[in-house]
């Protein structure tokens, strides 16, 4: 291999490797609007990037205008994504009005980083409500709002119904009529809907991600998994260019 070949091979590699990172990060950027309009509060956890964090930009060179600067954009981009989402434009401008005003009142990074992370919980739960609202009784609402809150923990149809103040075969067979399937396959559902989200989105392995949704094996996590997406959670990354 003579040098001009060797040079445009390193800078190829080099071309391919950056655009590969963007595209991940652009991804994982999706992912983080995607999860807030979805009411996905643990999922916004894991996506969500710190305010002014590296390569985000300087827009004002003092620190606290530009971490207004950024809660600003920041804002106005969830709002648009949420109105997009099925909020009102009314209670996503109102919403996005009164997060800016609040940190424009702020004098430090601490009380920026606090409004920051309070516009982002608030807006996701409203749109967990918004995306469950005429379509599930109140008491379904609140059991679903309860799985979702800890679906990274072991679910229990008991812990729900009490939770609730109902008994378990209530719950049971509110789950049947309203969703058309068992609690435990609903549990089931939105905890692999979370971990094919993780295996695109994020580099934890697949025993990972397991474990962190509390399967109690790796091998029945596989076997939930490929009854809902029709392949292992290995191929399911594969299939996205994913090692």
């Given amino acids: 291999m003579n040098e001009n070949t060797e040079k445009n091979a390193i800078m ?26 979805s009411g996905n509060l643990e999922l916004v956890h894991i996506f969500m990037k710190p305010l ?4 985000c930009g300087i827009l004002s060179e003092d620190k606290i205008r530009n971490f207004k600067y950024h809660m600003v954009v920041l804002a ?3 709002a648009r994504y949420c109105i997009k989402g099925g909020m009102t434009p009314e209670e996503s401008y ?4 009164f997060y800016i005003m609040k940190t424009d009142k702020c004098n430090t990074e601490k009380e920026i980083r606090k409004v920051h992370v309070e ?11 918004i995306k469950m609202k005429g ?18 923990s072991r679910i229990l149809l008991v812990d729900v119904a009490k939770h609730l103040d109902i008994s378990h075969e209530y719950l049971s067979r509110l789950f049947r009529k309203e969703t058309g399937i068992t609690f ?28 962190m949704l ?10 939930v998994f490929k009854k809902y997406m029709s392949c292992s959670p290995k191929q399911y990354r594969k299939s996205y260019h994913i090692l």
Avoid: P, W
Avoid at 190 to 211: C, F, H, M, P, V
């Fill in 119 to 129: 516009m982002i919980e608030d807006y996701t739960k409203r749109m967990r409500l």
């Fill in 94 to 97: 109102t919403m996005s009005d």
């Fill in 12 to 37: 190829n590699t080099f071309l391919k490797t950056q655009e590969d990172f963007i595209h991940a990060s652009f991804d994982r950027e999706m992912a983080f609007y995607e999860s807030i309009c």
């Fill in 76 to 78: 106005s981009l969830i």
């Fill in 52 to 55: 002014c964090c590296e390569g």
């Fill in 184 to 211: 435990s396959e609903y549990v089931n559902s939105l905890k692999i809907q979370e971990a094919s989200a993780l295996l695109i989105n994020t580099e934890y392995s697949e025993k990972d991600i397991g474990n």
């Fill in 135 to 152: 379509i599930y009784s109140k008491q379904m609402v609140r059991a679903i709002d309860y799985i979702m809150n800890h679906i990274h």
């Fill in 214 to 223: 509390c399967f109690a094996t790796q091998s029945y996590f596989i076997k």
